[in-house]
């Protein structure tokens, strides 16, 4: 890897040399479909296996070329200059059709006005009131289950954060019925993303069994979502949620029909706050359990120390402070296991990354993944360990779970806390216990799961 540059340098704008530099291939693509089912079959392997062959790699997923920023600085020069390096590829194409023009799959000529919109929502003062939802949510799930109960773990975690991030959302306002089927509509329209993503056009257009499902989903959310916010709109009352805020928001630097969301934006940024956030969450408590379950020691700290802060009580927004164990527990687990494990840029116009001329068009890939396991960053990556985080805070440059720059993601200390609270009311009530030693493989969707990961729960004394 290069040598750091000092604060605030970059490659970005550096001269091209005249020859240019050739981007190598990596090894073992296949006929017609490239390195797609190497990236399926085994991911982990095959995206660690990248920086090997050079800062910029080229890959290819069927007839499409994706050349793959493997150096961490590269991959923040790129983020940072969303600009010149913007959302673009086949995953935000259906992202955009399921959510449209939301904050997370917006264009960069979109972006600002969206994100100085949505900014207030999650502001420090507004987490408080979010809190509840994710700990009172997440005691109702857990404390439905029986000692010794072998339970789903990727089910009822996704459950749980849609279940929370919708309470958090509409407040007090949708009914327990109307919750339910808002999660079992988002659980199929984020699984249909992924397929969508992979499949011809012509594909998602025929009239299949999961098609219809998908297509159901989508016009029943988007309904709900439509009604919900209509409602509130004419109430106006400021009940804690997400929702209000993002109803009352103002842009100052925007008039008249641009300086406040439409109702059908509102929708669009609910909806993609719940596609973007509820399994990407659910992926890291899962993954975060599963590697509690592989060393109980480790387990039992997280335990001594949580059951020391809460007591008997339910965690609050007041208690952050005193979590430290859990908070270092998600901050190593979005590392070793980060949701957004491979997303795409498009180069906007013609330009050089890192001494090689990118024509307008081109398109480029990068994983948090990658980045996060690379061993001259993190000593023994592949080992889990909250203990690297004692007071040490993550590297911007080394660790992008959520992204880098403007389009960093709006939501990433609300995942982070309702990661923990959730995680500490769990652990504070169950140990869990690996059932068998297999090693789970990741389910790849949009994000990465442990594919069928059960694991046992024992009561606590």
Known sequence: MRSRKAPGASRFDQPVPAAGREIRQAPGALPVVGHAVALVRDPFAFLSSLPDHGDLVRIRLGPQTVIMTCDPELTRTMLVNDRIFDKGGPFYDR???????GLVTCPHRLHRRQRRLCQPAFLPD???GYTPAMAETARDIAGAWRPGQIIDVNDLMVTMTMRSMVKATFDTQVSPEMTRQIVDDLTVATAGIYRR?????????????GNVRYNRAQSRLRKLIDDTVSAHRADLVDHGGILPMLLRAQDPENVGDLAALSDAEVCEQVLTFFLAGAETTANLLAWALYELGRAPD???????QTASVLGDSLPAHE?????TAADHVVTEALRMYPSAWFLTRTVERDTSLGGVSLPAGTMLGYS????????ELYPSPDRFDPDRWEGKKPDRVAYIPFGAGARKCLGDRFAHIQATLSLSTMISLWRFELITDRVPRPAVHATLMPRGLRMRVLARQ
């Open 197 to 209: 993503t992979i499949s011809p056009p012509v594909v998602n257009r025929i009239p299949t069994p």
């Open 319 to 323: 208690h952050l402070p005193m979590l």
């Open 368 to 375: 948090a993944y990658m980045i996060q396991r690379r061993p």
């Open 95 to 101: 992202a955009r059709e399921a959510s449209g023009d």
């Open 298 to 304: 480790l387990q039992e700290r997280l335990y001594t």
């Open 126 to 128: 507004r987490y408080p």
